[in-house]
């Protein structure tokens, strides 16, 4: 006698309630960067992590994040040549001023 398979259909889970204001989500994406670097002090890495635990959208970006930063990290950097170097070095200075 063939077994039956069934399959059911997956159903995503039920959003979490956004319990704090999205500028603290703001706050919080500044310093992601950094935070999936160990670039933080422990206190702050530790209000990330209360942060991320209670909003699932903030968690969501992690894990995003985290896996391009992993996709990144094996593949070659490309070669630049000394006009492309300089071209995004500028360019990198000119975003970081102050406005």
Not at 19 to 37: E, F, M, P, T
Not at 49 to 60: M, Q, T, V, Y
Not at 75 to 84: I, N, R
């Amino acid at each position: 006698m063939a077994k039956r398979t069934t399959t059911r259909s997956v159903q995503p889970k039920p959003a979490r309630p956004h319990r704090h204001g999205k500028g603290r989500c703001v706050a919080i994406l500044k310093k992601l960067s950094a935070y999936i670097d160990d670039e933080l002090p422990g206190t702050l890495c530790e209000e990330l992590r209360k942060h991320l635990g209670a909003c699932p959208n903030c968690e969501e970006f992690v894990a995003s994040l985290r896996q391009t930063v992993a996709l990144c990290q094996h593949q070659p950097a490309p070669a630049l040549s000394q006009a492309e170097r300089a071209r995004m070095r500028n360019e990198i200075l000119r975003a970081a001023r102050p406005r």
